[in-house]
Nanobody
Framework: QVQLVESGGGLVQPGGSLRLSCAAS????????MGWYRQGPGKQRELVAA???????NYADSVKGRFTISRDNAKNTVYLQMNSLKPEDTAVYYC??????????????WGQGTQVTVSS
């Protein structure tokens, strides 16, 4: 069984920063892509940022230049550094990972979600 555990959400003022972490644990053979999605009030879940096992990154236009995704493959952990936060960044943030639990079994895994609220 594989689990993704997120941490780092909270309440921050506009212009502030937060760092989200997501650690994968359990029966892991290898991890392909990892990423962060978010779902704001009354909105659909959207991709925020993604990173491949080789370190290539992809960002939503709305966060480019403000957010940075990174990963530590030795720790099976992905991070999202969020700077210059805006009220429209308020959402539940979900970690996603594409994981092989064996040499042939590949599944998508999601974290439980962490609330990020940007408000004065």
């Amino acid at each position: 069984q594989v689990q993704l555990v997120e941490s780092g959400g909270g309440l921050v003022q506009p212009g502030g920063s937060l760092r989200l972490s997501c650690a994968a644990s359990g029966s892991i053979f290898s991890i392909n892509g990892m990423g962060w999605y978010r779902q704001g009030p009354g909105k659909q879940r959207e991709l925020v940022a993604a990173i491949t096992s080789g370190g290539s990154t992809n960002y939503a236009d709305s966060v480019k230049g403000r957010f940075t995704i990174s990963r530590d493959n030795a720790k099976n952990t992905v991070y999202l550094q969020m700077n210059s936060l805006k009220p429209e960044d308020t959402a539940v943030y979900y970690c996603h990972a594409d994981i092989y639990s064996s040499s042939w079994r590949r599944d998508d895994y999601w974290g439980q979600g962490t609330q990020v609220t940007v408000s004065s």
